[in-house]
């Protein structure tokens, strides 16, 4: 079936650490896209990743598509209290029922000060 | 406010009652999309829209589901025959183009059945 994985489940760091969380698909992939959910809040979109080995950065954050697009990672430099939330990776998935969008189950990332 | 809206924010019902809720897109935003999200998981695919074209319904989905997107503008989404386990936060989404592009979420309706 189609299935998109994240680890680690959860990532506590002290603030100023790195952190990194990997997205795995059990299908290749057309686009990745990630986002970002604090807590009580919804999912906010940070980026969308379309060519194999693709490499994106916004500013403390660097994205990377894998080279067979069925992976995908985000890491964060030096994290901030900001920084603090629920990040998923989501893609396209189409088989021969047709097409829906797929959310990985999320990484919870807490920034202790 | 020109961001996705949803109402009601929140909804309690009784068990086997009818809920209706409604979505209204950033302004000419050609896809919507509907997932329900659950404590500690990720959004779930419900259904989707590419303007008033119902193009995608989760196989998963129960037929007491049914959602409506009527001139292509906002969306409804009706649960019959509530049960507990449709308490849930549901999402609503919507994105330009007619590809998969970046999706604008709404704050959510939490429906609880008691």
């Known amino acids: 079936g189609q299935q998109v994985m994240q680890i680690p489940q959860y990532q506590h760091v002290q603030e100023g650490e790195d952190f990194t969380t990997y997205c795995n698909s059990s299908?290749?992939?057309?686009?990745i896209q990630w986002y970002k959910q604090r807590p009580g809040g919804h999912p906010v979109f940070l980026i969308q990743?379309?060519?194999?080995?693709e490499v994106k950065k916004q500013k403390r954050l660097t994205f990377q598509f894998g080279e067979a697009k069925k992976n995908s990672s985000l890491h964060i430099t030096a994290t901030q209290t900001t920084d603090v939330g629920t990040y998923f990776c989501a893609g396209p998935f189409r088989d021969n029922y047709g097409q829906n969008f797929v959310f990985g189950p999320g990484t919870r990332l807490s920034v202790l000060p | 406010d020109t961001g996705v809206s949803q109402n009601p924010r929140h909804k309690i019902t009784k068990r086997g009652q009818n809920v209706t809720f409604r979505c209204d897109p950033i302004?000419?935003?050609?896809?919507l999309y509907w997932y329900r999200q659950t404590l500690g998981q990720g959004p779930e695919f419900l259904t989707y829209?590419?303007?008033?074209?119902?193009?995608?319904k989760s196989r998963l989905l129960s037929d007491r589901f049914s959602a409506e997107r009527p001139k292509g503008s906002f969306s409804t989404l009706e649960i019959q025959r509530t049960e507990q386990g449709d308490s849930a936060m549901y999402l609503c989404a919507s994105s330009a183009g007619t590809g998969d592009y970046e999706q604008y979420f709404g704050p959510g309706t939490r429906l609880t059945v008691t």
């Open positions: 829209f590419q303007n008033e074209a119902q193009l995608e």
């Open positions: 302004s000419e935003h050609n896809r």
């Open positions: 990743l379309v060519k194999s080995g």
């Open positions: 299908t290749t992939l057309s686009n």
